[in-house]
């Protein structure tokens, strides 16, 4: 003992000293701190004394705490139950050792990206006794000092394809690069306690912690009742009552009085009759089923992935990889899909207007308005209560309060703006239903778009002029926002959580600065409304034509691949010529492939686009818009343990059905219900408006 305590002390010496001996041990290895700097000294058996840092890598192996109890908490029963653990799980008692083994342990394969360990919450929220279980899921991040330890940090972060930090917010963009860890912890102890336990014995290891109070759950947790889910149910409730007395009454006569109407409105046999009717609208434009199927398959894709960032899996490096190779930016372009449906917005609005305008000599702005409301808004209301009020009761999991709860804590507080169709000017962060932000650019945008073509009609140079000049302050509008906020409208590689929702705020969700396509499609179904671009072509310009469509796209979609590349560093002028120019060269290619489609040039194309189910798909297309979100964090909500990621999880085929079969009962049930209402009420039998 005397000789090892010299040891130490010539230890502390020489690291002081920087310099460096050769001491063989006869035992184990010795850890000591130098007086002097604080350098962590380590010998090993025929090893040389050096500087290491504050901690060697393996310790985070070797020193992460298996057992993990807040015995310091702030409440004294927190404390009392605490220390009723540690000495329960001595004597080996069921309950503790659940509590034991419900808790997260460092697992093989985190080099892999296995390092999301959800523990095992039923087992956890099972303790029962003298003790009750609370589940909490704690956020980690590892820091290193040292670059010799880049590749490391980067395998155990699974290649930070997406970066976020421990105090992001976690409900719509995911922290990707953060770990999860699930504990089992005293339901008496807080999520405080215990965050402020792993802070002290994480420290060491260069570890960052944060537990927030929304990841704790415990078992039977009554929500408290409020007025909102007794409308909510309330409201439910009457559909149902309505649906079933339509379709129970329904002796397939029309009605004549607007109570017969009414219930033939909620006819589930009528409607399921018109949603799977594929025959031809009068109203019906060609080729818009087809662009918006294709576009609308495309950005499921896109958002399905963001989805899959939120789980766990044992070789997530492998996701990583694969987002970051060159043919991944054909979804992180995922902007130019929503594009598309601002094009076809804006040109429905616009040919529908014109009809309108070519019958009447003028638009009837309150009925169009009405009209825009009942196509909108009941189904997204809907959307809005179940989420908010219905959702969050009907399961649970590890990120259940997360993905599923976290929303409706929003909702409840930001609901009312988006019933005013305003809720996309303030962020994700506090914005009912992240995804329905295109529905409130929408429905500005159409507003807007009333007085518009009022004047191209009576004008039209002036009307001309006045959209050329709006597209190019909008163009000039993103330019200038991804220069001064430094964000970019690409999701390129190791872009971190703060900068994709600083793009959401300053650029993406704002219809002002996302005008420029949506007026190519207004300007687009004036000329060819008015027969403007009316001209025959041969067939070799068509095939010219053809051509130069598919390589504006492909250029538009590949040009900013680099961006996606792993390793790639940002910047400003690269990220502001894509946001420019994007949506100019898009509009154009929706242009010349729509102008070519509806003037028969498509060719052997035609089968294709006229596909029954594209018509079929049109139907329930705002459906799936709405409820693809909800279903996709329901899943990731549940979710309890790591799998093995694959590609083919993008089109996990359950998962899709159920977006199919929740569209199609959320069309019949409530949308085409209330559209229907609307002509009953309003006094119009119009044609279906087909300007979403």
Not at 314 to 339: C, Q
Not at 382 to 406: A, H, K, R
Not at 442 to 471: E, F, H, K, N, W
Request: proline residues 3%.
């Amino acid at each position: 003992m005397v000789r090892r305590a010299w040891l130490l002390l010539l230890c502390a010496a020489l690291a002081a000293a920087r310099e460096c001996i050769e001491l063989t041990l006869s035992d184990k290895s010795i850890l000591t701190e130098s007086l002097f700097n604080g350098t962590i000294i380590k010998l090993t058996l025929n090893d040389t004394i050096e500087d290491t840092p504050r901690y060697n890598i393996l310790d985070i192996w070797d020193r992460f705490p298996r057992i993990v109890v807040p015995k310091n908490g702030t409440s004294e029963q927190c404390r009392r139950d605490s220390q009723r653990y540690v000495d329960s799980l001595e004597k080996l008692e069921l309950w503790a050792l659940k509590m034991f083994d419900a808790t997260a342990k460092p697992p093989s394969g985190i080099l892999s990206g296995n390092g999301n360990q959800y523990g095992d919450f039923d087992e956890c929220l099972s303790v029962d006794g003298s003790v009750r279980g609370k589940y909490c899921l704690a956020s980690l991040e590892i820091s290193f000092n040292d670059l010799k330890y880049n590749h490391i940090d980067s395998l155990i972060h699974s290649g930070h394809y997406i970066r976020s930090n421990v105090t992001d917010m976690g409900h719509r963009v995911p922290r990707y690069s953060s770990l999860l860890w699930g504990v089992c912890i005293p339901s008496s102890c807080s999520s405080f306690d215990l965050e402020e336990e792993l802070s002290q014995r994480l420290a060491d290891l260069g570890m960052t912690v944060k537990v927030h109070n929304t990841m704790c759950t415990v078992k039977n947790r009554n929500r408290p009742y409020s007025f909102g889910k007794t409308l909510s149910i309330t409201f439910f409730l009457a559909v149902i009552l309505l649906l079933s007395l339509g379709t129970m009454l329904d002796d397939g006569k029309e009605g004549t009085t607007n109570f017969e109407k009414l219930l033939n409105a909620f006819s589930l046999k009528r409607n399921f009759k018109k949603v799977f009717d594929l025959s031809d609208a009068p109203t019906r434009v060609k080729g818009v089923d087809a662009f918006r199927g294709i576009n609308a398959f495309a950005l499921l894709i896109a958002h399905k992935s963001m989805a899959m960032a939120h789980n766990p899996y044992v070789n997530k490096v492998e996701y990583s990889a694969v987002f970051g190779m060159p043919w991944a930016v054909i979804g992180r372009s995922a902007i130019l899909y929503t594009d598309s449906f601002l094009y076809l917005s804006g040109f429905l609005n616009a040919h529908n207007l014109l009809q309108d305008l070519e019958r009447k000599g003028t638009i009837d702005v309150k009925n169009r308005l009405i009209g825009r409301w009942f196509r909108l808004f009941p189904l997204f209301l809907s959307l809005m209560l179940f989420c908010t009020y219905i959702l969050p009761d009907v399961n649970n999991g590890p990120q259940w309060n997360l993905v599923v709860e976290e929303h409706s804590r929003v909702c409840e507080k930001t609901m009312w703006k988006s019933f005013l169709f305003i809720h996309n000017y303030f962020g994700f962060e506090e914005m009912c239903l992240t995804h329905t932000h295109q529905l409130g650019m929408d429905m500005q945008l159409y507003v807007a778009t009333l007085p518009l073509m009022l004047v191209l009609v009576r004008s039209r140079t002036l009307g001309l002029s006045l959209i050329l000049a709006v597209a190019v302050a909008s163009t000039v509008l993103r330019y200038l926002a991804v220069h001064w906020y430094q964000i970019s409208m690409f999701v390129y590689y190791g872009i971190s959580v703060q900068k994709l929702l600083d793009a959401a705020r300053y650029s993406y969700i704002l219809p002002t600065h996302r005008a420029t396509i949506y007026l190519i499609g207004v300007a687009m179904a004036y000329f060819m409304r008015t027969k403007k671009l009316n001209f025959v072509l041969s067939n070799t310009q068509v095939r010219l034509l053809w051509a130069a469509c598919f390589a504006l796209a492909a250029f538009t979609i590949v040009s900013p691949y680099e961006m996606g590349l792993e390793g790639y560093q940002y910047e400003p002028e690269q990220a502001a010529s894509f946001a420019t120019y994007s949506p100019i060269l898009w509009g154009l290619f929706m242009c010349m492939a729509h102008w070519a489609i509806c003037n028969n040039y498509a060719g052997l194309g035609t089968a294709i686009i006229e596909l029954p189910v594209f018509k079929f798909f049109n139907k329930i297309s705002y459906g799936v818009y709405l409820t693809q979100f909800p279903i996709f964090f329901y899943n990731v909500g549940v979710q309890r343990h790591a799998e093995y990621y694959s590609p083919i999880l993008l089109v996990h085929a359950p998962e899709m059905l159920s977006i199919l079969v929740i569209s199609i009962l959320t069309t019949v049930a409530i949308e085409m219900p209330f559209n229907q209402v609307y002509r009953i009420y309003f006094g119009k039998s119009q044609n279906k408006l087909k300007d979403k």
